[in-house]
């Protein structure tokens, strides 16, 4: 088997590893990310993460916590085929000689390139996993008529033809893409660095061939943290932008969400939902990784 076609079928095997394990926790960061600003003297919709879980269990039950998992499962394979195939042909690229390892910068150059050609699927993936994760909220906190507010989605796909009637057609479904840009391409390059440079750290060299699954989760829940923790703010900006209301929008643009959310909520603004996100992103890409290095040293 070529060498793509192994990452290819590595990857969505990790990808669909890491979506079962966090898309609860992204749940939980998407309601809190897109929740409205209260007026003053009022309470959030919700005060933490905790109480997040509690609100939408009671009024959905657990199956509340998978919400929006439809669109990113179904496109799950070609999302992680892009990712590690095209860091995959990247690394081919870069190495002096076939086989030969590569350094941790050449890897974060790699990491770099394939953030940049999966974000054009991650946009509108996530889109269509924002506007059905946050509705629930959103709807029942909204005062005045709202495009995504108002409207309840059956499902992922009544999302895609919402969006492509109402809203600009395919142009729609990439709204979100600048900030998408921002939080991939930097995102995968310091994950897989991190990644890579961790496993040589307790190989103690560039060999890392015989290293065993605690170590693999150890490295991927790393490199997952570190990706989350260097781009965060963009994810919160590339959210709002998402579910906001294409008739009468908020935001103007990227810059626009990133100083009227500074302005209105200072700095914690730019994090809301960030422990739910760090504690999803260990365990996610822990699982992650873990099943991509074994399902590729399966396949040879």
């Given amino acids: 088997m070529a060498d793509a076609a192994k990452d290819l079928a590595s990857g969505t095997v ?7 394990v966090g898309h ?24 933490g993460a905790i109480d997040a879980v509690k609100q939408t269990v009671a009024a959905e ?12 499962l179904a496109t799950v394979a070609a999302f992680n085929a892009v990712l590690f195939t095209v860091r995959g042909q990247m690394e081919g690229l870069l190495r002096s000689e076939p086989g030969a390892p590569l350094t941790i910068s050449q890897q974060f150059v790699c990491g770099a390139g394939a953030g940049f050609a999966v974000s054009f699927l991650a946009c509108p993936t996530e889109l269509i996993k924002c506007r059905l994760q946050a509705q629930g909220g959103l709807a029942s906190a909204s005062t005045t008529s709202s495009v995504v507010a108002a409207v309840k989605y059956g499902g992922p796909m009544d999302v895609a033809r919402h969006v492509l009637r109402s809203e600009g057609g395919a142009r729609g479904l990439f709204k979100g893409l600048l ?16 990644y890579e440079a961790f496993k040589q750290f307790v190989a103690g060299g560039q060999d890392t061939s015989s290293l065993g699954q605690g170590s693999l989760i150890m490295a991927g829940g790393l490199a997952g943290a570190s990706f989350w923790g260097i781009v965060y703010p963009t994810d919160v900006v590339k959210s709002v932008l998402q579910v906001d ?7 103007s643009g990227s810059m626009d969400a990133f100083r009227k959310i500074l302005k209105a909520e200072g700095v914690k603004g730019l994090y809301k939902g960030f ?26």
């Avoid at 209301?245 to 908020?250: F, G, L, Q, S, V």
């Fill in 14 to 20: 990790g990808g669909a590893a890491q979506l079962i």
């Fill in 24 to 47: 609860p926790f992204d749940t939980i960061k998407v309601k809190l990310q897109s929740q409205p600003t209260p007026t003053p003297g009022q309470p959030p919709r919700y005060t």
């Fill in 61 to 72: 039950g657990p199956k509340g916590l998978y919400k929006g998992m439809g669109a990113p």
């Fill in 179 to 194: 900030p998408t840009f921002a939080r991939e391409v930097p995102g995968n390059a310091t994950m897989f660095a991190v």
């Fill in 245 to 251: 209301d294409y008739k009468n929008p908020k935001y």
């Fill in 275 to 300: 422990g739910p996100a760090m504690a999803r992103s260990v365990p996610a890409n822990a699982a992650c990784f873990l099943a991509y290095e074994m399902t590729r040293s399966s396949l040879g």
